[in-house]
């Protein structure tokens, strides 16, 4: 098994910066991609940014690009994603995610508000 816990989520007002972090454990994750999801209140769970171990494949959802960057820190066993530019698009809570071809592990998340 492996667990995922986020932090760096808070409130921040728009045009602002947060820098998310995930830490995982439990397994090594060579191979594995791992990527931040987000969900606000009432709506699905959207992709926002992907990274392969090795770093040179990374994906950012259409929107965030140039406003958004994801790294990973092997030794660590961390992903970041820093997030600039916010916009006031209300509560969301931001998840962690290390995947496979095979296997899928999910942080609890952690909640990120830009104010107005």
């Known amino acids: 098994q492996v667990q995922l816990v986020e932090s760096g989520g808070g409130l921040v007002q728009a045009g602002g910066s947060l820098r998310l972090s995930c830490v995982a454990s439990?397994?090594?994750?060579?191979?594995?991609?791992m990527g931040w999801f987000r969900q606000a209140p009432g709506k699905e769970r959207e992709f926002v940014a992907a990274?392969?171990?090795?770093?040179?494949?990374?994906h950012y959802a259409d929107a965030l690009k140039g406003r958004f960057a994801i790294s990973r820190d092997n030794a660590k066993n961390t992903v970041y994603l820093q997030m600039n530019s916010l916009k006031p698009e209300g509560p969301a809570v931001y998840y962690c995610n290390a995947h496979n071809t095979w296997w899928a592990f999910w942080g609890q998340g952690t909640q990120v508000t830009v104010s107005s």
């Open positions: 439990g397994r090594t994750l060579v191979g594995y991609f």
């Open positions: 990274i392969s171990w090795s770093g040179d494949n990374i």
